[in-house]
């Protein structure tokens, strides 16, 4: 597809926000906008979760912004809607991972499931694109996480969920070319180990308009 003019709704977290770049408009939603000539609406906000969060943390507000509500406040022309997430859900989440059976929003992998159907069902005939999460430096069990899973668990169901409604799915886990666990990559590209800097932002916008054209 063509990109220039394009509407595109991107939901997300600190990652889509733009956060790790010197400014949020080196950010890969807005290099799709500014370099590729889309229309971004940037859905990203700092900390959010795919799944509800059970126990508020300080730094929160008084209710939960997960994905699964805020994709109801997106707006409804969008010719793509991009669904990046599942860091958090890991790094701070804590409700439980569930199963593929789970259908609602009181598991990960009932977030999933209730996510993908409202936005297959809202966009009927547009085109919806699931990203997983990218590496990063922390990406195994530690004590200090709710979770009883690493993130690759994270990645390899959403990658089921959207293959079960048929969204295609572009795979910055496993495409990307950005893992913490080089050093030289780490330096250069995701220097905290989970957000791009502005070279990762790059490299990130760049693929994916480069996996957008051949939707």
């Known amino acids: 597809m063509e990109l220039k003019g394009l509407k595109i709704n991107i939901l997300g977290d600190s990652i889509t926000e733009g956060c790790g770049a010197s400014s949020f408009d080196r950010g890969f939603a807005s290099l799709l906008q500014s370099e590729y000539g889309a229309v971004v609406r940037n859905y990203g906000i700092g900390g959010a979760r795919i799944a509800m969060q059970y126990h508020l943390l300080d730094w929160e507000p008084p209710y939960d912004r997960n994905y699964v509500i805020r994709a109801k406040e997106m707006d409804k022309d969008a010719d793509v809607v991009i669904v990046f997430g599942g860091t958090n859900d890991f790094g701070h989440g804590d409700a439980p991972f569930g199963s593929f059976a789970d259908r609602r929003n009181a598991t990960f992998y009932g977030a999933c499931h209730e996510l993908f ?4 069902s809202t966009y009927a005939g547009k085109e919806i694109v699931v ?9 195994d069990i530690t004590a200090d996480k709710f979770t009883t899973h690493p993130l690759i668990d994270y990645v390899r169901a959403i990658r089921e969920v959207a293959e079960y409604y048929s969204l295609p799915v572009f795979d ?3 495409n990307i ?16 180990g989970l957000h791009p800097s502005d070279l990762g932002h790059a490299l990130l ?11």
Do not use: F, N
Not at 177 to 192: A, N, R, S, W
């Open 117 to 120: 159907s409202y936005l297959e």
């Open 131 to 139: 990203m997983t999460p990218m590496h990063r430096a922390d990406e």
């Open 172 to 174: 910055t886990w496993a």
């Open 177 to 192: 070319g950005l893992t913490p666990k080089v050093p030289e990559i780490m330096k250069k590209y995701v220097c905290d």
């Open 205 to 215: 916008a760049k693929k994916l308009a480069a996996y957008l054209r051949t939707l």
